[in-house]
């Protein structure tokens, strides 16, 4: 059996990165490890089983390309309202919360934000099979 462990993303600036990631998501340093060039940095929080590795090339400027395969993180929020007015309040510019329906029967209620790399997050209402 597979047990997915980690997702990684790349990033610019790591100081900025951790700050979005802790207001955001409360996600915190689970392990860091530093090396001459670069440094991976394992986030979690007490929900989570999975982590979110950030990988910091150190000397890095120019901003990643995501491509056409990257879409985005999802998470399953209880308070889908709260959480989008605490990241505006946070001036991290939240897209508009929409609702996605199926056959007239509510799917998903959500928003997507997207982080100081410009990955893309999106967050939730649990609700369904997004618990």
Known sequence: MAKIIHSMIRVIDLDASLKFYKQALNLEIAERL???GFSLVYLRNDEN???LELT???GT???YTHGTGYGHIAIAVDDLEAEYQK???LQYNPAEIKEF???GVLLAKFFFVQDPDGYK???LQR???YQ
């Open 127 to 129: 609700h369904g099979r």
């Open 34 to 36: 530093d090396f001459d």
């Open 61 to 63: 400027t120019e901003p």
């Open 121 to 123: 997050i999106e967050f």
């Open 101 to 103: 329906f199926r056959e």
């Open 87 to 89: 990241l505006v309040a």
């Open 56 to 58: 910091w090339n150190k």
């Open 49 to 51: 089983d999975m982590e």
